[in-house]
Each structure stands twice: as structure tokens, then as C-alpha cells.
């Protein structure tokens, strides 16, 4: 009968939880590596989207259809754009990437997100009549 000291088995489960644990990161990036940027934040945008609406709903309260929840994480997105530009943006502008005649650069800002582009079709115009008063 084998030995197994407890130290022993506690360092053998630990290293099995850390390659577990990379195995699992290691296809989470593939996975992601493999969409299309705009699909990336797409996914990022409804996933973010869809834990906060659900750590907002309470635990005694039935959960909606699926229906039910997909049109309120689209409404939720619809109402925090800059916070979800991916979801938000092909209501504004259906032409997106591609045919936008409004793009703007994103800069990076970490870990929030890696920059890109957006549209700017929806901005608000800047008021001239404001902006060259002192």
C-alpha cells in the first residue's frame, strides 16, 4: 500500500488544479482568438452584459424565458452604449464596420478593453456656437 502523505497529495492536487486551470484559460483564448474582433466584442458585450443583469436579479424571483432576457440585456446595452459600443453600435449605424463613414479610433484602455473602433454616427454634434468662446 502506497504512503500518501498528506503534504504530499495537498502538492499533487494543487499541481492538478494549476494545469486544469491553464488548460482551461488555454482554450478560452483559442476560442476568443478565433472570432473576428467584432464578433469578440459581441460576445464580450452580451456575457458582460447578461452576469450583470443577473447579479442584479433576486434569488426568490422566477427566472425569466429566454426571450425575456435576451430583449432586456439588448435594451440594458441600448441604454449604457459606451459601455457596450459592439451591441449598441449596429442600431445606429447597420453599416458597420465596413461601410461606416463616421469611424473613431478607441484607444486601449486596460483590462476594460483593447481598443478598436467605434461609430460615431449617434455622436451628438459638437455645438459650434459654444466652442469658440473663452
Given at each position: 500500500?502506497?504512503?500518501?502523505?498528506?503534504?504530499?497529495?495537498?502538492a499533487?492536487?494543487?499541481?492538478?488544479?494549476?494545469?486544469?486551470?491553464a488548460?482551461?484559460?488555454?482554450?478560452?483564448?483559442?476560442?476568443?482568438?478565433?472570432?473576428?474582433?467584432?464578433?469578440r466584442?459581441?460576445?464580450?458585450?452580451?456575457?458582460?452584459?447578461?452576469?450583470?443583469?443577473?447579479?442584479?436579479?433576486?434569488?426568490?424571483?422566477?427566472?425569466?424565458?429566454?426571450?425575456?432576457?435576451?430583449?432586456?440585456?439588448?435594451?440594458?446595452?441600448?441604454?449604457?452604449?459606451?459601455?457596450?459600443?459592439?451591441?449598441?453600435t449596429?442600431?445606429?449605424?447597420?453599416?458597420?464596420?465596413?461601410?461606416?463613414?463616421n469611424?473613431?479610433?478607441?484607444?486601449?484602455?486596460?483590462?476594460?478593453?483593447?481598443?478598436?473602433?467605434?461609430?460615431?454616427?449617434?455622436?451628438?454634434?459638437?455645438?459650434?456656437?459654444?466652442?469658440?468662446?473663452?
Amino acid at each position: 500500500m502506497t504512503d500518501y502523505r498528506e503534504s504530499q497529495v495537498d502538492a499533487q492536487l494543487d499541481e492538478y488544479f494549476a494545469k486544469r486551470q491553464a488548460a482551461r484559460a488555454a482554450r478560452v483564448r483559442a476560442f476568443l482568438d478565433s472570432l473576428t474582433a467584432r464578433e469578440r466584442a459581441l460576445f464580450r458585450d452580451a456575457a458582460v452584459m447578461g452576469y450583470v443583469r443577473g447579479t442584479m436579479h433576486p434569488r426568490d424571483a422566477e427566472v425569466p424565458l429566454n426571450q425575456a432576457i435576451v430583449d432586456d440585456v439588448v435594451h440594458a446595452c441600448f441604454v449604457y452604449p459606451d459601455l457596450y459600443p459592439a451591441v449598441a453600435t449596429i442600431e445606429r449605424c447597420p453599416g458597420f464596420p465596413e461601410k461606416c463613414p463616421n469611424l473613431r479610433v478607441v484607444p486601449a484602455d486596460p483590462p476594460t478593453h483593447d481598443g478598436g473602433v467605434r461609430c460615431g454616427c449617434a455622436d451628438d454634434p459638437e455645438d459650434e456656437s459654444e466652442g469658440g468662446r473663452a
